[in-house]
């Protein structure tokens, strides 16, 4: 099969402090790494693509100071959230693209700022 | 317009039934479909994916794709409660990431 990780799972941060969400592909190298956000009941919303050692692709309205993008590795990319505050409480979920059509997702992430 | 409209239902059908799933797309570049199943909670599972025109079966499941009329459906033969969940659709266009629909939240009772 082809298994996206993320973690953590969940995490409850204060309001200013950073946080860093991992997404790995487990048994295949991602050519791709996308990142997505999504609020309760609504669909999935992209917030950026990223390439492995390339600069991340950040869709309209995303900023790209406030959420990091790393993709270090075929496997591995990291989206840190900088001076997070209670609006960017959501489910943050990564895919892993292993052609450029089929898209495995990670099993999200659920950030809460308080 | 979206390029891929989904009804977000909630559809609710009785054990056993068949459940047809529908989306339209306006972009007729897409050449993938994909149909993901999101469970309450969790990331969006790959269910199946069809290129061009025709049906792709996988047990319970058949994805059908109407280039002519831009309509995708899911099929799902003797649904089970575990199928209730809401279900994704996707187009895809080489070198683009995958447009999403809202998904559609199917409930299936025993």
């Known amino acids: 099969g082809a298994v996206v990780s993320q973690h953590p799972s969940r995490v409850i941060c204060k309001s200013g402090t950073s946080v860093k969400i991992e997404c790995r592909s487990l048994d295949f190298q991602a050519t791709t790494m996308f990142w997505y956000r999504q609020f309760p009941k609504q669909s999935l919303m992209l917030m950026a693509t990223?390439?492995?050692?390339?600069?991340?692709?950040?869709e309209q309205g995303v900023e790209k100071d406030k959420f990091l993008i790393n993709h270090a590795s075929l496997t591995l990319s990291t989206l840190t959230v900088t001076s997070a505050h209670p609006e960017d409480s959501s489910f943050y979920i990564c895919?892993?693209?292993?052609?450029?059509?089929?898209?495995?997702f990670g099993p999200g992430t659920r950030l809460t700022v308080t | 317009q979206k390029e891929v409209e989904q009804d977000p239902g909630p559809l609710s059908v009785p054990e056993g039934a068949i459940v047809s799933l529908n989306c339209t797309y306006s972009n007729s570049a897409f050449q993938y479909f994909m149909w993901y199943r999101q469970y309450s909670r969790k990331g969006p599972e790959l269910l199946m994916y069809t290129y061009s025109s025709g049906n792709k079966e996988d047990g319970r499941f058949t994805a059908q794709v109407d280039k002519s009329s831009k309509y995708i459906s899911l099929f799902i033969r003797d649904s089970q409660p575990s199928d209730s969940a809401t279900y994704l659709c996707a187009g895809y266009q080489a070198g683009t990431a995958l447009i999403f629909g809202k998904g559609t939240t199917l409930s299936v009772s025993s």
């Open positions: 895919s892993a693209a292993r052609d450029s059509y089929e898209q495995y």
């Open positions: 990223s390439n492995e050692g390339s600069k991340a692709t950040y």
